[in-house]
């Protein structure tokens, strides 16, 4: 059994190895060395950088998945009192970690386990991406190690479209005489007064909760080319999340049909846009075997029954889920809140928590998903 100073000192050489996407490297080959030190029978780096642990044979094969890399930004690493600071110390090392050392503390029965810690998830996913493209995997059910909070488990997130929209006016001016030419930047934002308008409309669900709304965002501009002379070409990204009910296309369709209106009434004006990023919503089923497992795993800890919570986020769980179509949840230790600041930590307890919580849950997955495959037989 896994002692708690090692799980604290495995954290703490964790978040001590700096690893922004795309710098994981070092991380991923101190991993694979714990993992076979820590009784996985194969761990290996895949060719994006990936590490890859393997325990176990037969049915069920359960994947749980964290990722290595963190935002930038060094966090000095120390424990004060029952935190633990650091780059990474709730996103998402402390989830990562203590999967891993839950599966390690795991016995050896029926049931294949796999420990996957990717890369670049606070990029653009290259890591998750080519993992789902390993035919050899194949799982039934998946977690993905974020900071849920030891009582919840995150069953839904939204989904994500990266627009980038182009206005070219095809003229320009000197400032002095801007009635000479269209601006190129104040018309970008009339046709993004137009598709805002469309989105509100759009929404016919009564929810409250935001992760149930469709929101949107402007998250970059560059128009102009000088001082002194009016704008004829304008850029804009947007960034718009769409939630479960709704899918990437029926957002893109709407789009379309407003823009041709516009690039008919527009005559001088050419509007243009392309899909940059897209990333499908994804909910988990309540009532799935891997949800009433990390139910049954948090009851039989806490005492209590976990809050289900549909973020307003995008992660690695809708490119898990949407591309195997299986079974995936989100859940992990720390406080979402933290991460990403100059105070990031996890609460030690809870991170200690968080193995006893996984290793449980493994428990309950096998015994499910034997009793379903029985019922099925019959």
Known sequence: MVSSAFAI????????????????????????????????????????????????SGSPVILLCGHMDTVPGIVPVR?????????????????????????ADFPKQNGTIIFAGVVDEEGN???????????????????????SGID??????????????????????????????????????????????????????????KADLVSY??????????????????RMTIDIRIPAHLSCDDI?????????????????????????DRTEPFQASASSTLVRSLVLSILDNRKKRPLLLKKTG????????????????TYGPGDPHSSHTVDERVYIPEYLTGIEIYKNTLFHMIRLHKNLQNKERT
């Open 9 to 56: 000192e495995l954290l703490k050489n964790s978040l001590e190895i700096y690893s922004p996407s795309r710098s994981e490297s070092i991380l991923a080959t101190f991993l694979k060395d714990v993992c076979l030190d820590l009784g996985f029978e194969q761990a290996n780096i895949d060719s994006v950088g990936n590490i890859i642990a393997m325990k176990g």
């Open 252 to 276: 893109l369709s709407l789009l379309d049909i407003k823009l041709n209106e516009l690039k008919q009434n527009k005559n001088a004006i050419t509007i243009k846009y392309h899909v940059e």
């Open 217 to 234: 965002s402007i998250t970059e501009v560059n128009g102009g080319s000088s001082h002194n002379v009016t704008p004829q070409k304008c």
């Open 314 to 329: 995008t992660g690695d769980m809708n490119i898990l889920g949407n591309v195997l179509n299986i079974p995936v949840v």
């Open 152 to 209: 919840n488990i995150t069953v839904s997130y939204k989904g994500r479209l990266e627009i980038r929209l182009l206005c070219d006016v095809n003229n320009s001016a000197h400032a002095s005489a801007p009635w000479i030419s269209l601006n190129a930047i104040e018309e970008i934002y009339n046709i993004w007064a137009n598709l805002k308008k469309v989105l509100d409309s759009y929404e016919t669900n009564n929810s409250k909760n």
């Open 125 to 147: 996913a290259t890591g998750i991406k080519n993992l789902v493209k390993d035919k050899n995997l194949q799982p039934h059910y998946a977690i993905f190690g974020e900071p």
């Open 79 to 103: 424990l004060d009192g029952d935190y633990m600071y650091g780059r990474g110390a709730s996103d998402a090392k402390a989830p990562l970690i203590s999967m891993l050392l839950g599966a």
